[in-house]
Each structure stands twice: as structure tokens, then as C-alpha cells.
């Protein structure tokens, strides 16, 4: 099986900490994302990954930055974290493949910034 | 742009009755998949179900089924004699063929009573 490993289940901050957040796969999947989920909005995309180095801004970057040095390990950097920042975060991968069967998610961190 | 809407935020259904989820989807793209994922407390996701856009056939997986209407741009999830372990948040997704990224609804919760 695919495995997601997100290094945190919960995680507590204070406001203006630097914070990261740790996704690990082990299938050599190619792609990589962050979404943050919030009750009923759902799960918005922040930043995505189809390559080592390279990342593509989702639909609400603002505030976060993301690093992918190894093919396995996809990073979400929170600056500055501010309250509006308490949230799930979920990591997913997917095989860019013919056939696809969509994403293998982690487990979810979840942050509360205070 | 592509959305996904679900326009159930909670249903409950009786132990062993059945229910359906709706999910209805916008866009201009022939060619894509379509998904529902399961979010259970433990805040695993699974995929439950994949249907192709180019199948007419409808996905089927043991008690889970959809109802792919391409013309109406809607896949509805039915769930057949309905345990107390399918109580989670059911999300609807969508992928366009040619797309990196799953955009996802804003979940429906369901509940199972006994």
C-alpha cells in the first residue's frame, strides 16, 4: 500500500512562529499537494508539487510556502502563523500515470495557531 | 473554472436502508474522472469510488454505487444497506484528464442512526 506519512497529528502554535509541516510518501509518486480543510468550506488547494524543486500556487497561497528538495518529501511552511491559520492540513500524492486513480491521502495535522 | 457542488451538508440514514449523496459538477472538459472520498473521525480519506467520464457504465464497489448522468453534469453516490462504519464526510471530486489537481466539494456528513 501507498503510504502518506504527515509527521504531526496535532500540532499547537503561537501567533509569528515559523511552522512546518512534514509529508512523506513512500510509492515515488510524482505529485505532491497541501490542502487545508475547514468545515463547510471544504478542501482548498494550497500549493502543489509535480517535480522536485518545482511548485505551483493552489488556490490560497497566501501565507504559506511550500519546499520539495526529495522526490519523497513535500514541505508546508507557514511564515508567520496567525490564527486565521488554525486549521486540517492534508497531504496528498498521486502517479501521473495513464490510467488514474487519484490521490493517497495522509492522515491530517491538526493545527491550532493561539 | 471547474466546480463541485454538493448540496447536502448532513444527512442520516437508518441502519441497513439505503441512501444517496448528490453531487452535481460544472465544466467544459469531455474528458475527466470523478471521485468520492470517504473521511471517517479517524480523518483518513479513502477513495470509495472512480468513474471515468468516457465510461457510460456507472462505477460500482461492493454496497457503493453512482449514478452518472454526463448531460446533467451529476454523480450521485448510492449506498446500499448502510452500516454504522459509513457514518463519516463524503466529498465529491472532479479531474479534468489533462489537470494535476482534484477539486473537491464541500462534503456532505452522514450520519447512521440504529
Known amino acids: 500500500d501507498v503510504k502518506v506519512t504527515q509527521s504531526s497529528r496535532y500540532l499547537v502554535k503561537r501567533t509569528g512562529e515559523k511552522v512546518f509541516l512534514e509529508c512523506v510518501q513512500d510509492m515515488d509518486h510524482e505529485n505532491m499537494f497541501w490542502y487545508r480543510q475547514d468545515p463547510g468550506l471544504g478542501l482548498r488547494l494550497i500549493y502543489f508539487s509535480y517535480d522536485v524543486k518545482m511548485k505551483e500556487k493552489g488556490d490560497i497561497p497566501e501565507g504559506y510556502s511550500v519546499s520539495r528538495e526529495k522526490k519523497e518529501r513535500f514541505s508546508l511552511i507557514l511564515e508567520s502563523a496567525s490564527t486565521n491559520q488554525t486549521s486540517m492540513y492534508l497531504c496528498?500524492?498521486?502517479?501521473?500515470?495513464?490510467?488514474?486513480?487519484?490521490?493517497?491521502f495522509g492522515s491530517g495535522t491538526r493545527l491550532t495557531v493561539v | 473554472a471547474q466546480t463541485v457542488t454538493q448540496s447536502q451538508p448532513e444527512m442520516s440514514v437508518q441502519e441497513a436502508e439505503t441512501v444517496t449523496l448528490s453531487c452535481t459538477y460544472d465544466t467544459s472538459e469531455s474528458d475527466y474522472y470523478l471521485f468520492w472520498y470517504k473521511q471517517p473521525p479517524s480523518r483518513q480519506m479513502i477513495l470509495v469510488i472512480r468513474q471515468e467520464a468516457y465510461k457510460q457504465q456507472n462505477a460500482t464497489e461492493n454496497r457503493f454505487s453512482v449514478n452518472f448522468q454526463k448531460a446533467a453534469k451529476s454523480f450521485s453516490l448510492k449506498i446500499s444497506d448502510s452500516q454504522l462504519g459509513d457514518a463519516a464526510m463524503y466529498f465529491c471530486a472532479y479531474r479534468s484528464r489533462g489537470d494535476d489537481k482534484i477539486i473537491f466539494g464541500k462534503g456532505t456528513r452522514l450520519h447512521i442512526l440504529p
Open positions: 496528498a500524492s498521486s502517479l501521473l500515470a495513464e490510467e488514474y486513480y487519484g490521490y493517497t
